[in-house]
């Protein structure tokens, strides 16, 4: 491959630095001259595409002529269309020249296409196919949010009651991340409304230059917050604010309102005007991937607003705050995050289960509280955060500040003492067990040492597509995976596929309405049905993966035909990889989660195809129990301690040891102490747990006797109602103690 295709297919900041100081069209025209120049070609094209009116427009061109843009046009739908990189060349080359011509996509949704062409008789070859591909990927990072300014979608209003003030109120919640703090609080500002700002300027003059300064300082506060982004989480990489960023330099967003103040119009009744413009289009559509959109829009008006008011909150204002929310996306939990907050309080009726778990990773306080009174309060007010059992304090009184006192004591007394993460984890009979480490943010491995753990049991990889405004490319997820095999030396490093679909949606991508999401379109199903956005993820692991220990899963497994097909996508991934030259793990260990109830009576059948087993207990019970996890009204019903699961958790083990394989589990049975004796008298040696609770599982393990733990775990199994087995855990757990 040569030197300037090398650098163009493994840079990913180039575009984005190409991005930073420029409007749309500059960096339009920028990148067509990088891309040819990198490319040896001396023509290069960007087109967008329209999905309302479907067609495409030319934004930006390097020396196109009116007779390349002829001969193409077929050529260039053809690409978008069906997806794929055509390479034009003929006989007639040196007259016409040869043409490359790539679709920017964003996972499934189509963005507009790329195209190169030489003049000069030189041809294009694999390197050059591969290069183009990497570019339009990286684009389709940057220009995905375009669309979104002509064509936008709806949201809804909520009325939102008055919060009585001045006195002492308790509002118990949910837990979703633990933590404490005493803090004032912040409503998200987003929640007070664009009109009421509005209706401030009515009577307010203000010029040009206020307008101007008013777009500079936002832009400013977005850049600062992308700068926090990338110092504290490399996962969120560079883009994570693209769309917002995009939208201020667009020409039809801020660049009408700033037509509207030139020819006469108020700055205040501009912006307004513009901002209603795409409010009433995003209300007229029904597509429900724009909920995050609109917001983008409403944010950004906002911030112009109370930028013209200059009554925006500083960078730094909600450090040590708790902030009140009616929902968060991840970016947003992110942008929060940076301002170095002390908690959160959300009002939604529900929250997707990848938000609280970005939330512990990045060790912020979360509580769920159903009462939309709460986005009434006054900033400022005075309150506690307790989200170790899930509660609020408005105005706390003296008893509950020192009874929060004690509470912070104890903590430290207890913190002192968790000396038990350093060391291998031996049982009191001297055994081994391996304790693995569940990874959902590489800021994860900052609570731990990489030598106090025995490796990565579970990297969950939705979590930079959840992170991303749209769908991450394959050079994104790259540069992410080698962040964080970088420093894991020989130990295990275990990947498991793209998990999403039931309570863990994407943002970007309208999935179908299902009546039961969590039995549909999800995990290694979605993967399966999008080939393309599997292939991606499956490359970068490889490349990421080059010399060292790489273990690759498949989340919800159904069948051992699934398995296989999965794993031939693996397969066709290492010899495509290696036919480009491209360093990659050419023989990764690959393995199944284990989670659905079809998979027992033919477990020894898979056992002979997988290289190693991961258990995952959350989903197991809910399947296995038909509970949903994630519904309050039956979680009494969710028993990890059912005679089913029990006994499901022995066959698997018992399939998995038959066979000669590696069998873990990783869900959340395996960070509770009653259960752990149980599950290492299965014969199951590898427990694989989020980083705040290997101390207790390490302490666990090594006061546990493995023969002990067999007789215990026998006799669990032998008992056949729930009660019984109760009873045999706390009698078990009492002599623990």
């Given at each position: 491959?040569?030197?300037?295709?090398?650098?163009?297919?493994?840079?990913?900041?180039?575009?984005?630095?190409?991005?930073?100081?420029?409007?749309?069209?500059?960096?339009?025209?920028?990148?067509?001259?990088?891309?040819?120049?990198?490319?040896?070609?001396?023509?290069?094209?960007?087109?967008?595409y329209n999905e309302l009116e479907k067609k495409l427009t030319l934004r930006a061109t390097k020396k196109l002529s009116a007779l390349l843009a002829q001969l193409g046009e077929d050529l260039i739908a053809a690409s978008l269309q069906e997806r794929h990189i055509i390479c034009q060349t003929s006989d007639e080359s040196i007259l016409f020249g040869s043409s490359l011509i790539a679709p920017i996509m964003r996972g499934v949704h189509r963005i507009g296409v790329l195209t190169v062409q030489r003049e000069n008789g030189v041809l294009f070859d694999r390197d050059d196919i591969t290069a183009i591909e990497a570019v339009a990927s990286q684009l389709g990072t940057i220009l995905e949010h375009l669309k979104y300014i002509t064509q936008p979608f709806p949201i809804e209003a909520s009325d939102k009651p008055y919060f009585e003030t001045g006195k002492f109120q308790y509002f118990p919640g949910t837990t979703a991340s633990k933590g404490s703090f005493r803090a004032p609080v912040a409503v998200k500002p987003w929640e007070k409304g664009i009109d009421t700002i509005a209706k401030e300027l009515e009577n307010r003059h203000f010029t040009i230059s206020d307008f101007d300064r008013a777009i500079e300082k936002t832009y400013r506060h977005l850049e600062d917050i992308h700068k926090k982004i990338k110092e504290k989480l490399v996962?969120?990489?560079?883009?994570?604010?693209?769309?917002?960023?995009?939208?201020?330099?667009?020409?039809?967003?801020?660049?009408?309102?700033?037509?509207?103040?030139?020819?006469?119009?108020?700055?205040?009744?501009?912006?307004?005007?513009?901002?209603?413009?795409?409010?009433?289009?995003?209300?007229?559509?029904?597509?429900?991937?724009?909920?995050?959109?609109?917001?983008?829009?409403?944010?950004?008006?906002?911030?112009?607003?109370?930028?013209?008011?200059?009554?925006?909150?500083?960078?730094?204002?909600?450090?040590?705050?708790?902030?009140?929310?009616?929902?968060?996306?991840?970016?947003?939990?992110?942008?929060?995050?940076?301002?170095g907050i002390a908690g959160?309080?959300?009002?939604?009726?529900?929250?997707?289960?990848?938000?609280?778990i970005l939330a512990r990773s990045l060790m912020i306080p979360l509580v769920i509280i159903n009462d939309p009174v709460l986005l009434t309060v006054s900033s400022g007010t005075d309150a506690i955060i307790d989200a170790d059992v899930g509660s609020l304090y408005i105005n706390p009184t003296s008893e509950v500040l020192h009874k929060f006192e004690m509470k912070d004591v104890a903590k430290d007394i207890i913190s002192a003492s968790q000396t038990e993460t350093a060391g291998a984890a031996y049982t009191n009979d001297n055994q081994l067990i391996n304790?693995?480490?569940?990874?959902?943010?590489?800021?994860?491995?900052?609570?731990?040492?990489?030598?106090?753990?025995?490796?990565?049991?579970?990297?969950?990889?939705?979590?930079?597509?959840?992170?991303?405004?749209?769908?991450?490319?394959?050079?994104?997820?790259?540069?992410?995976?080698?962040?964080?095999?970088?420093?894991?030396?020989?130990?295990?490093?275990?990947?498991?596929?793209?998990?999403?679909?039931?309570?863990?949606?994407?943002?970007?991508?309208?999935?179908?309405?299902?009546?039961?999401?969590?039995?549909?379109?999800?995990?290694?199903?979605?993967?399966?049905?999008h080939i393309m956005i599997f292939k991606q993820q499956i490359r970068a692991i490889l490349r990421a993966g080059y010399g060292i220990n790489l273990k690759i899963m498949f989340p919800m497994i159904s069948s051992i035909d699934?398995?296989?097909?999965?794993?031939?996508?693996?397969?066709?991934?290492?010899?495509?990889?290696?036919?480009?030259?491209?360093?990659?793990?050419?023989?990764?260990?690959?393995?199944?989660?284990?989670?659905?109830p079809s998979l027992l009576p033919i477990i020894d059948g898979l056992a002979q195809e997988c290289d190693f087993f991961s258990i995952?207990?959350?989903?197991?019970?809910?399947?296995?129990?038909?509970?949903?996890?994630?519904?309050?009204?039956?979680?009494?019903?969710?028993?990890?301690?059912?005679?089913?699961?029990?006994?499901?958790?022995?066959?698997?083990?018992?399939?998995?040891?038959?066979?000669?394989?590696?069998?873990?589990?990783?869900?959340?049975?395996?960070?509770?102490?009653?259960?752990?004796?149980?599950?290492?008298?299965?014969?199951?040696k590898c427990l694989s747990v989020d980083a705040m609770y290997i101390p207790r599982v390490k302490r666990t393990i090594r006061k546990t006797d493995i023969s002990k733990a067999a007789l215990f775990a026998d006799n669990l199994l032998s008992l056949k109602r729930i009660a019984d087995i109760e009873a045999a855990l706390k009698e078990q757990n009492a002599e623990e103690a």
């Open positions: 491959m040569n030197t300037n295709n090398r650098k163009m297919l493994y840079s990913i900041d180039e575009l984005s630095n190409l991005f930073e100081e420029n409007s749309i069209e500059q960096f339009l025209l920028k990148t067509v001259d990088m891309v040819a120049l990198h490319m040896n070609a001396g023509i290069c094209s960007i087109y967008i996962d969120a990489a560079s883009l994570i604010f693209a769309s917002h960023l995009l939208i201020l330099k667009d020409d039809s967003f801020t660049g009408a309102m700033r037509k509207l103040v030139i020819s006469g119009q108020s700055v205040s009744k501009a912006i307004m005007e513009i901002f209603t413009k795409y409010k009433k289009i995003f209300t007229a559509s029904g597509h429900p991937i724009i909920k995050e959109k609109i917001q983008d829009i409403e944010d950004l008006t906002l911030e112009i607003l109370n930028n013209l008011l200059d009554k925006n909150l500083e960078a730094g204002a909600y450090k040590d705050h708790i902030v009140v929310a009616k929902d968060l996306f991840p970016s947003e939990l992110l942008a929060l995050s940076a301002d959160i309080v959300l009002v939604s009726g529900g929250v997707t289960s990848h938000v609280g304790v693995m480490l569940n990874l959902n943010l590489i800021s994860d491995l900052k609570q731990i040492k990489m030598e106090d753990v025995d490796g990565i049991g579970l990297y969950r990889t939705e979590f930079p597509f959840m992170i991303f405004g749209s769908f991450p490319s394959e050079e994104e997820q790259a540069f992410i995976y080698k962040k964080l095999t970088a420093d894991t030396a020989d130990k295990p490093v275990t990947f498991r596929t793209l998990d999403i679909g039931g309570d863990k949606a994407l943002a970007y991508y309208d999935f179908p309405l299902e009546n039961n999401p969590c039995l549909g379109m999800r995990s290694i199903r979605f993967s399966l049905e699934e398995f296989i097909s999965a794993r031939e996508i693996i397969w066709q991934c290492i010899d495509e990889l290696g036919k480009h030259g491209i360093a990659h793990n050419s023989s990764p260990s690959i393995g199944a989660m284990i989670e659905i995952g207990t959350n989903d197991l019970i809910q399947y296995t129990l038909a509970v949903d996890r994630t519904n309050e009204k039956v979680s009494s019903l969710y028993i990890p301690h059912h005679p089913a699961i029990l006994n499901a958790i022995k066959v698997i083990a018992d399939a998995a040891n038959k066979a000669g394989i590696e069998v873990s589990l990783c869900g959340d049975m395996a960070n509770k102490e009653i259960y752990i004796p149980f599950i290492i008298g299965t014969g199951i």
